[in-house]
T-cell receptor
Framework: SQELEQSPQSLIVQEGKNLTINCTSS?????LYWYKQKYGEGLIFLMM?????EEKSHEKITAKLDEKKQQSSLHITASQPSHAGIYLC??????FGKGTHLIIQP | DGGITQSPKYLFRKEGQNVTLSCEQN?????MYWYRQDPGQGLRLIYY???????QKGDIAEGYSVSREKKESFPLTVTSAQKNPTAFYLC???????????????FGAGSRLTVL
């Protein structure tokens, strides 16, 4: 079965700093999805990547999928308190990584 | 606005009791899913349904049951056979099945079950 490994498990970043979260798959990805979750709530869809080398941006968040389609990164520029939460990557075969807990320090 | 409604938000159960979690969607989505989320475990798939009157077991189906009698509804029953039912349960839906390609999931707000 496909496994998704996320790193780091948790991240504490000072407000205004940049950060990167990684997601590595044990198999080639057909589609890679990034979601955000606030504690005790449901997941909100952020972005979907399907093509090798693809990059998408939304506001201050950029997601990339490598050419081999086995690794994705999520980059946040100039972090804000609203970026705090849990970020999860998901794959087409209904599997998810364990999540990265992001805390933004004022 | 369209979305997914899960109820109840919080539920307490005594050991040995069955409990049913409700999930309703008005997005006209074909596929629906149930996940369980535990600290440090991420999301694990319990059951999914790609069409009415049909559903498949996920990775951790033991101790759970589902039904899909209507397109909009996919209730999950946590039975007394589930050894460790205390968890956060998430229902999701998608326009089409994961096998069809692009499969963005829309999630409900979750139900937190605590067994006393």
């Amino acid at each position: 079965s496909q496994e998704l490994e996320q790193s780091p498990q948790s991240l504490i970043v000072q407000e205004g700093k940049n950060l990167t979260i990684n997601c590595t798959s044990s198999k080639t990805l057909y589609g890679l999805y990034w979601y955000k979750q606030k504690y005790g709530e449901g997941l909100i869809f952020l972005m979907m990547l399907q093509k090798g080398g693809e990059e998408k941006s939304h506001e201050k968040i950029t997601a990339k999928l490598d050419e081999k389609k086995q690794q994705s990164s999520l980059h946040i520029t100039a972090s804000q308190p609203s970026h705090a939460g849990i970020y999860l990557c998901g794959a087409d075969r209904l599997t998810f990584g364990k999540g990265t807990h992001l805390i933004i320090q004022p | 606005d369209g979305g997914i409604t899960q109820s109840p938000k919080y539920l307490f159960r005594k050991e040995g009791q069955n409990v049913t979690l409700s999930c309703e969607q008005n997005l006209n989505h074909d596929a629906m899913y149930w996940y369980r989320q535990d600290p440090g475990q991420g999301l694990r798939l319990i059951y999914y349904s790609q069409i009415v009157n049909d559903f498949q077991k996920g990775d951790i189906a033991e101790g759970y049951s589902v039904s899909r009698e209507k397109k909009e509804s996919f209730p999950l029953t946590v039975t007394s056979a589930q050894k460790n039912p205390t968890a956060f349960y998430l229902c999701a839906s998608s326009k089409s099945s994961w096998a069809d390609g692009a499969n963005v999931l829309t999630f409900g707000a979750g139900s937190r079950l605590t067994v006393l």
